[in-house]
T-cell receptor, first 110, second 115 residues
Framework: EDKVVQSPLSLVVHEGDTVTLNCSYE??????LLWYKQEKKAPTFLFML????IEKKSGRLSSILDKKELSSILNITATQTGDSAIYLC??????????FGQGTRLTINP | DTGVSQDPRHKITKRGQNVTFRCDPI?????LYWYRQTLGQGPEFLTY????????KSRLLSDRFSAERPKGSFSTLEIQRTEQGDSAMYLC?????????????FGPGTRLTVL
């Protein structure tokens, strides 16, 4: 069965800390891995990763895919309270439906 | 604002009633997806359309659920004889469908509460 597992499920840090969120997957016909941020509404797109070892970066956020290890990490440096959210990892397969992990609930305390 | 809209945003209904949700994707997006998200879980795939054709349905989707996209633009998701277990956020997403790698843009969702 196709599976995406995220860890940790919950993380609480202080503003200014750096965090690393993990995602591992077991899916057939893998195409790409995506990260989304979800606050109290719909998921918003962060990154799409298709090639192993190439880092994608957007401001304080960065992500990388390791196809050999079937995993990805999402890094957030110099965290801010506005980074508090649920971070979802998803994998596309075949016809591009998304298989999501449970999400990591990140809380940034001032 | 991603451009995907859903209506209604909230729906409260009694068990046994039928409900229908609407999704308007981003204009010219060929692919439209429905997901369901319960508390503490990531979204779960329900079904998807390429233009007006429904190409895949989740095995988890009971026959009380039906979806349409009659003209290849907006889509509706109907749940018949609702049960309390249907309470969830129903998310719609769209993508251009051209090429192999396209991110999905999500709408704000319809939160269903079945009493």
């Amino acid at each position: 069965e196709d599976k995406v597992v995220q860890s940790p499920l919950s993380l609480v840090v202080h503003e200014g800390d750096t965090v690393t969120l993990n995602c591992s997957y077991e899916v057939t016909n893998f195409r790409s891995l995506l990260w989304y941020k979800q606050e109290k509404k719909a998921p918003t797109f962060l990154f799409m990763l298709t090639s192993s070892g190439i880092e994608k970066k957007s401001g304080r956020l960065s992500s990388i895919l390791d196809k050999k290890e079937l995993s990805s990490i999402l890094n957030i440096t110099a965290t801010q309270t506005g980074d508090s959210a649920i971070y979802l990892c998803a994998v596309t397969q075949g016809a591009q439906k998304l298989v999501f992990g449970q999400g990591t609930r990140l809380t940034i305390n001032p | 604002d991603t451009g995907v809209s859903q209506d209604p945003r909230h729906k409260i209904t009694k068990r046994g009633q039928n409900v229908t949700f609407r999704c308007d994707p981003i204009s010219e997006h060929n692919r439209l997806y429905w997901y369901r998200q319960t508390l503490g879980q990531g979204p779960e795939f329900l079904t998807y359309f390429q233009n007006e054709a429904q190409l895949e349905k989740s095995r988890l989707l009971s026959d009380r659920f039906s979806a349409e996209r009659p003209k290849g633009s907006f889509s509706t998701l109907e749940i018949q004889r609702t049960e309390q277990g249907d309470s969830a956020m129903y998310l719609c997403a769209s993508t251009p469908g051209r090429g192999s790698y396209n991110e999905q843009f999500f709408g704000p969702g319809t939160r269903l509460t079945v009493l």
